[in-house]
């Protein structure tokens, strides 16, 4: 009998892939279908629920017409998808409005009130604001508000994964560990908020209002006729609960431990361990679920990561650009050659990336930053100072988790589109002075996905062991003493003073020109 088949779905901001893994951790075929988002406002990013379905249904269809794999030899399917992005549906399980994606940017103005005792609790924590901003940011208050019809036909709210769970199934279940955004959850007992929890007053949500919640790697149910006439996995195939993307990736990174990072260089920049340990690495910032039941993952985000990077790419990189069309190479290999024409440091010049308002760490004043300017600079040397920053900020973050963890990182994996650059890869070697490991493939949300089908359905036994069989290194670049020295006196002397000092000015600038907004 043929060894089985995993299916992954992932259903990225971008794009939908599907996936097919087999046992030992190998892309066995891919196919992938970009999504278009609709913007009706400035700062509003939404897509029609359908959009997200037809485009998984068209990564399917094409994966079948190119792939050898016998789809009898599919043992499960596993969905991982963006986090953040919500979906509205009436009694029939109709979506009522288009998906409100975790990038849009609207705000609720007026969040309810709570309890007294819960506003004089949290004032007494300095936590007022950060409750606020939790309630401003929510998708179903903006709804309530903007829509109130519509919320009052509302039966059901959910993730786009737990979407995307019906749809295959027919049941409205999700996984635990995807569970990421403005919810009534409880990230440290894994379940929906209990009734006496705060976030039942701050959100129009009720308990009848949400899915079901199991762990990841539970069997969910199973592909659906019209599932299956729609995309062409066969009926009756094994539905599992997935993870979120990033949870996914850490897993797909191989880090299970709390001593091994997880850098992920996307269009937002994060760093996770993995932890048994409910471990807030921001206090009163709760970590997230992991993709391994029982487990955290111990996150600090810089919201607008290689966002800065396409930024440069888009404004200053036309003739990289341009020049890789001509000898057909891909642009990040131009890119690193014009990094490598600047020394370490970028001869000065700091970059402090704090392009999105924060809500502790930096908090809702902050703004990007880049001194030092010079006569000697260049676009080579900007360039390298945002790699360069991303990876201060990254390493400032290392710093908080081992303070609060109370135990060391001693290794990096580095996943994302980012991991790509061999000179991003040797520059966070550097800066954060340890071993910085690229995964065998590019594709490790996936990877970490069909994990997930395969301890489910008991093909591997346990994580550690789909872990050994399935995850593999790639590149492995090692801190080069004298770089490292250069970027720690740098790190230590100025970048870890940039932001104390120039938050009174960023206040300033705030309150003449109102941005970032105040509530």
């Known amino acids: 009998m043929p060894a089985p088949y995993l299916l992954a779905i992932d259903n990225g901001t971008q794009s939908v892939r599907a996936l097919l893994f087999d046992l030992q951790g190998n892309l066995v075929d891919k196919s992938q279908v970009a999504i278009t988002y609709q913007s009706p406002e400035p700062g509003w990013m939404e897509a029609e629920a359908d959009v997200f379905w037809q485009a998984l249904c068209q990564a399917c269809q094409q994966l079948w017409q190119r792939t050898r794999v016998n789809k009898s030899d599919i043992a499960g399917l596993v969905i991982t998808t963006q986090r953040g992005t919500t979906l509205a549906l009436d009694e029939h399980g109709q979506p009522l409005r288009p998906a409100m994606v975790w990038l849009d940017q609207r705000r609720a103005e007026h969040a309810p009130r709570l309890a007294w005792w819960w506003e004089a609790a949290f004032r007494a924590m300095g936590m007022r604001g950060t409750v606020r901003h939790f309630q401003k940011e929510a998708e179903a208050n903006w709804i309530a508000q903007h829509q109130p019809a519509l919320w009052a036909r509302t039966r059901t709210y959910l993730l786009l994964s737990g979407y995307l769970n019906y749809r295959f199934t027919g049941r409205l279940v999700d996984s635990i560990a995807s569970q990421v955004g403005y919810v009534p959850f409880d990230y440290k007992k894994g379940r929906w908020a209990p009734p006496h929890d705060w976030k039942w007053q701050a959100l129009p949500i009720t308990p009848d209002m949400l899915p079901e919640l199991v762990p990841a790697g539970t069997v969910i149910g199973q592909v659906s ?132 308002p924060g809500i502790k760490v930096p908090g809702p004043e902050a703004k990007g930053a880049v001194i030092g300017f010079g006569d000697v600079h260049t676009r080579a040397h900007l360039y390298r100072a945002i790699l360069e920053g991303l990876a201060y900020a990254l390493r400032e973050a290392k710093e908080r988790i081992e303070k609060r963890g109370g135990a060391p990182i001693t290794l990096v994996r580095v996943s994302g589109g980012g991991s790509q650059s061999d000179a991003a890869m040797q520059i966070t070697a550097n800066i954060f002075n340890l071993p910085c490991e690229r995964p065998h493939l590019y594709e490790t949300s996936g990877l970490g996905a069909a994990m997930i089908a395969a301890v489910g359905l008991g093909l591997h036994a346990d994580y550690a062991a789909a872990v050994a069989a399935m995850a593999r290194m790639g590149d492995r670049f090692e801190p080069e003493p004298q770089h490292a020295h250069t970027y720690d006196q740098l790190y230590r002397r100025v970048y870890c003073h940039m932001y104390q000092r120039l938050q009174p000015l960023y206040q300033e600038i705030r309150a003449i020109t109102g941005y970032p907004s105040q509530d």
């Open 225 to 356: 006729a019209q599932a299956a006439q729609d995309t062409g996995i066969p009926a009756g195939l094994r539905v599992l609960a997935g993870a979120a993307d990033k949870a996914c990736e850490v897993l797909g990174a191989g880090c299970l431990t709390p001593d091994i990072a997880c850098l992920s260089y996307g269009t937002a920049a994060t760093i996770n361990t993995t932890t048994p340990r409910y471990l807030e690495a921001t206090p009163f910032i709760p970590p997230y679920q992991a993709a391994v039941p029982g487990h955290y993952n111990t996150e600090v985000q810089i919201t607008r990561g290689f966002w800065m990077v396409n930024w440069f790419k888009e404004q200053f990189g036309l003739h990289e650009q341009q020049q890789a069309l001509q000898e057909g190479v891909t642009p990040e290999s131009l890119f690193d050659a014009l990094v490598g024409r600047v020394p370490p440091g970028a001869q000065g010049l700091m970059l402090q990336p704090f392009w999105n």
